[in-house]
């Protein structure tokens, strides 16, 4: 029976696929001025994610969310600090999409006489605050939501997914490589329980937990800054 971490690590090989084959789509119309024909697929791919990118990005930070959670409260595999950081990223950008999405479903302009923009923002910095409660490393993510508040008035979605996943993408891509190589070890997991070279699991002979957090937010990136149906 495949297991749910076997089944996580099977959709990040999807997904680096996926990313690999976007990347080469890309320079091959860079260099040759023109897009392969591979009948229509390009376009009809391209017309599902414009109509469902901000969806795909919910999908993809709940199931990061949730598999993280399921590899520390059910398989019971400690977190060190570099993963601590990566959740205070990734977390707040399920929450984030989905208080939007349903802001967006949502028809009235006002919920329990706020204005819904206003109940949304209060349910996004609830959750902040109750999470800065559970670590202190979510507090980085609420800085990020203060940061676009303050600076910015119409909010997008992608005003704060995108900040959240490019802050996070550099922690998660040097937690990989500090698992792999020497020269990129750190003293400062040495006060937590695990050491964040400690790997649980690796499949495909370079899926750990850090690669399959990267992959997904740089598919979060990429669906956010190409995709995103917001004006």
């Not at 709940?62 to 600090?81: E, N, R, V």
């Not at 559970?134 to 979605?157: P, Q, S, Y």
Request: charge should be neutral.
């Amino acid at each position: 029976m495949v297991s749910a971490v076997e089944i996580l690590a099977n959709l990040t090989l999807l997904l680096d696929l996926t990313l690999l084959a976007s990347l080469g789509l890309y320079g091959y119309t860079k260099i040759l001025g023109k897009r392969p024909e591979i009948f229509g697929l390009l376009e009809k791919t391209e017309n599902v994610l414009n109509c469902f990118g901000n969806e795909l990005v919910f999908l993809l930070s709940l199931t990061a969310s949730s598999g993280s959670l399921y590899m520390s409260q059910i398989l019971g595999w400690t977190p060190c600090m570099l993963c601590w950081v990566q959740r205070a990223f990734i977390y707040p950008i399920a929450v984030v999409s989905g208080l939007f999405l349903i802001s967006n479903y949502i028809e009235r302009q006002e919920i329990f006489g706020f204005k819904k923009e206003s109940f949304r923002d209060f349910g996004i910095a609830a959750f902040f605050l109750a999470a800065s409660y559970w670590n202190k490393f979510f507090l980085l993510g609420f800085t990020v939501f203060l940061a676009v508040k303050f600076f910015l008035e119409d909010i997008r979605m992608k005003d704060h997914v995108l900040p959240l996943a490019t802050l996070g993408l550099p922690v998660s891509i040097y937690h990989a490589l500090d698992q792999r190589l020497v020269q990129f070890s750190e003293a400062g997991c040495s006060i937590f329980e695990v050491s964040c070279k400690t790997k649980y699991t690796f499949h495909y002979d370079y899926i750990t937990i850090p690669v399959m957090a990267a992959t997904a937010l740089m598919a979060i990136i990429v669906v956010m800054w190409k995709f995103s149906k917001e004006e």
